[in-house]
């Protein structure tokens, strides 16, 4: 019974120590790689997950397949602020394939109270998700100690990253037009 006891309080052991626990964040998201799965809850609680948008393998009654557009923002980015216009018109233009999720980043003071003010003027047409911890950001767009806002990407349907834009876009739209398409072509869908 012993032996038992202390063969168990080793694997538990082993399992709270595991290298994937400590290592911190994991590969970062690189164009022409699959993107890293995510999953957030929006302001209104609900949870969104990457890969229940972006997948592998078929399409299926309850579970469609879409391209995603990750805008990460903050409320006091004045850039993000900027670029917003050029994201809600993409969103219209490409609602139908591609769904649009902003993800939030909070101001260290009041972050929370601060999103909610500017949700309530700015009432953006997608999901917003909250990352209260940046731990997706760490994922995508976190640099060492930095992180640089505004950073867009887009994901295939596949789940693979097809462009990453950082820093205000001149235009959006025409900078997307062309990951868009490489999206679409045969040769970058799998067999169904």
């Known amino acids: ?20 626990a400590t290592a911190g964040p994991k590969a970062k998201a690189v164009v022409g790689k699959a993107a890293p ?38 409320t006091d980015c004045k850039p993000c602020m900027k670029e917003l216009p050029e994201v809600v018109a993409f969103h219209k233009n490409h609602k139908e394939k591609v769904q649009v999720l902003m993800i939030a ?17 700015t009432k953006p047409p997608f999901p917003v998700l909250v990352d209260a911890y940046e731990t997706v950001a760490k994922k995508y767009i976190v640099k060492g100690d930095t992180v640089s806002l505004p950073s867009i990407f887009l994901i295939d349907e596949n789940g ?29 869908q799998k067999k169904k």
């Open 1 to 20: 019974m012993r032996m038992m006891i202390f063969t168990f309080l080793i694997s538990v052991t082993s399992l709270l120590v595991a290298p994937e």
């Open 37 to 74: 799965d995510f999953f957030l809850r929006d302001i209104q609680g609900i949870m969104h997950k990457l890969s229940d948008i972006a997948f592998k393998g078929k399409d299926t009654p309850w579970k469609k397949k879409k391209k995603v557009l990750l805008d990460f923002f903050r």
């Open 105 to 121: 980043l909070l101001e260290e003071e009041q972050g929370r109270e601060k999103l909610n003010q500017w949700l309530d003027k």
């Open 160 to 188: 693979i990253v097809r462009a990453a834009l950082e820093g205000l876009s001149k235009d959006l739209e025409s900078e997307l037009s062309k990951s868009l398409s490489v999206a679409d072509c045969p040769s970058n």
